[in-house]
């Protein structure tokens, strides 16, 4: 089963907002020195997964990640937090794109809400940086990884670690987080030998 290319989100640039396609954005860092460095994000409300990665060409290479965990309380203080521990690792590893996983369908309205802002907290907190941001939807991520879209998260987080070659345990989170990545990685490798094969054709 092939995976459908995901619809890019919007990012913000110099005070217009500019859509951004795998092709486009592919292209133009595909030929980067040291591959290309990735973001990966799984937002939550309470936590937060992110996962950095560098992708050169089908090779992938593991460079950070963690759990951002919101102070129980106000949720505006939760959301501050995202926004501010995000923005922390978007400076401090400087990726040159980054990938989000969307918002599932849930039959809880408020958890959806909760989550629709945590993860605008998070996209709006690299917004500063001028990325390239792109979503993907979990079924995605996991068809993408594992190679099934209804995959388990213990058979993600294996995935991950075979194909970043990690030693024991990584947190849940952080594990989904750098699938995100990855994903994204298989997405625009995808973008650029597509490009590829219709200048040669």
Known sequence: MTSRTSTPTRTFRKKSWRAYDH?????KTSTMSGGVRILGIDPG?????????VADGTRYSYVASG???TPSGDFADRLREIYLQVGEVSRK?????VAIEGVFVSQNAATALKLGQA???????TFALELPVFEYAPRQIKQSVVGTGKAEKVQVEHMVRVLLQLKGQIQSDAADALAVA?????????????????VHA
């Open 45 to 53: 409300s309470q936590v937060t997964g992110f996962g950095l990665i």
């Open 182 to 198: 990855l994903c994204h990685a298989n997405m625009r490798g995808s973008a650029i030998r597509l490009a590829a094969a219709q």
């Open 93 to 97: 590893h400087q990726p040159h794109e």
């Open 23 to 27: 092709e486009t954005a592919a292209v």
């Open 119 to 125: 993860r605008a907290a998070a996209m709006c907190a």
């Open 67 to 69: 759990c951002i965990r």
